[in-house]
């Protein structure tokens, strides 16, 4: 918007400065042409005169202005020879002669040439004077009429562009605090507010702004509430249920009965990471915490730790890759995310990797992102398997059957794309599955 309102005021200068500037230009340059011509014919007339004259004083004083004046030629008649050059004949001379008027050849048609030829006849006699005037001097008049203003134009111009830009800067201030206020919005800050200044529409505009904001920031405090509320509610009758199969497990020595017991526990279990999951979600797409620089390498390796236990008792190897170990990598993230988005990664593939493979884990810096990437060595995914893996409650096809909540890779795609990321499955060479999650690098990354 600076740009469009800096150049519509450079046009309207440029077009006040053409209305005015050039018509005074082009007046100036006639006014010229005609002063010349006119101090040039009322010489060539003395002149002519003097040669008509005939006698021995006139013929001797045309002799001496010819001779100041420069190149001047006239035809010698029975009473004077002023022993001038005598002028070649064209139909310019014959036309003056002819028809006792003088004639005016500038050269050219535009502007004028090298010359202004000036030709006036002598009254009486089939004689003329001819005067061959160099333009040179009119040349460099007219450049410096044209150039002057050419550069009273640029300066003008130039003045009026910095003028614009500090205009178009006033009058966008209250639209760039706006946008200000919409980005910290889009972060996930609900707290940031539109100062009220500007003119009226900008005011109005804020202050409408400003009242979404307060009533956005009620709304998702609520949301907060209820989903802490619903995490305790939720989750306390399902641990007590669980404890209580346990001890009923515990307790019963028919094994059918512990078949069954086993299998209502399990579905427990399921429950409980299908309301987690659902309350991540919940809590994602609330956006309540905004995004801040985070080291990609600390948060790998902490999630590591914590998995490497359940890896070895299936015997599978969980190895870092590419440049891990660079612990200079910032990302921006929520914090938490990227610590939900890999346990949700790391396992679903414990959940497909068979006893003694290797899950890989890596990321490296590309320009203004940052690619982390798990790979497994499972079965991988077919195509229209990748098209649904992100919708809310499919399930894949484990090593023992479909399991799980169906919410896992939901939920990684929900926190990554929150915050400002992509997250896309490819197949690993060799087989399996690799999950790449693209991130937005923070500025103050070293790597």
Request: glycine residues 8%; hydrophobic residues 45%.
């Amino acid at each position: 918007m600076n740009r469009q309102l800096i150049q519509s005021y450079i046009l309207l200068v440029a077009v006040a400065i053409l209305l005015f500037t050039v018509p005074v230009a082009f007046t100036l340059t006639d006014q010229l042409r005609d002063d010349t011509e006119q101090s040039l014919l009322r010489e060539a007339n003395t002149m002519a005169v003097l040669l008509g004259n005939g006698t021995s004083s006139s013929c001797q004083a045309l002799h001496d202005v010819a001779r100041a004046y420069g190149d001047v030629q006239a035809t010698p008649t029975a009473a004077c020879d002023p022993k001038l050059r005598t002028p070649v004949a064209d139909a310019a001379l014959t036309r003056a002669v002819r028809d006792g008027k003088p004639t005016t050849d500038w050269g050219s048609d535009f502007v004028w040439g090298s010359h202004l030829t000036v030709t006036v006849p002598v009254e009486g006699e089939k004689a003329a004077v001819r005067i061959v005037f160099s333009t040179s001097d009119m040349t460099r008049r007219l450049w410096s009429i044209w150039g002057f203003r050419a550069g009273l134009a640029v300066l003008v111009i130039a003045a009026a562009a910095a003028i614009g830009a500090y205009a178009a800067r006033r009058i966008t201030a209250p639209l760039r605090e706006l946008n200000a206020m919409a980005s910290k919005f889009s972060d996930g800050d609900l707290t940031a507010r539109s100062p009220v200044t500007g003119p009226p529409e900008t005011q109005t505009l804020a202050r409408t702004l400003n009242q979404g904001a307060e009533r956005l920031d009620t709304l998702v405090a609520s949301q907060r509430i209820f989903v802490a509320d619903a995490s305790h509610q939720l989750r306390t009758p399902l641990t007590a249920l669980r404890l209580s199969l346990d001890n009923i497990a515990d307790g019963v020595d028919d094994e059918f009965v512990r078949e069954d017991v086993e299998q209502a526990t399990a579905e427990v279990v399921r429950m409980s990471r299908l309301v987690n999951g659902l309350l991540v979600l919940a809590r994602a797409e609330a956006k309540v915490s905004a995004a801040e620089p985070l080291s990609l390498g600390d948060i790998v390796a902490e999630r590591l730790d914590v998995w490497r236990p359940a890896a070895d008792e299936r015997g599978v190897t969980i190895a870092l890759g590419g440049s891990t170990a660079d612990g200079r990598l910032l990302v921006l993230a929520s914090p938490g995310h990227l610590d939900q988005v890999l346990d949700n990664v790391l396992s679903n593939a414990l959940e497909v990797s068979p006893d003694g493979a290797t899950i890989t884990v890596a990321h490296e810096a590309r320009g203004d992102e940052i690619l982390l990437t798990v790979r497994d060595q499972g079965p991988g995914m077919s195509d229209a398997e990748k098209s649904r893996a992100f919708d809310r409650f499919w399930r894949g096809q484990g090593l023992t059957g479909r399991s799980g909540s169906g919410l896992g890779l939901a939920v990684v795609k929900q926190l990554v794309t929150d915050d400002g990321g992509t997250v896309t499955l490819a197949d690993a060479p060799g087989g399996g599955l690799v999950v790449r999650i693209s991130l937005r690098a923070s500025p103050k990354s070293g790597g």
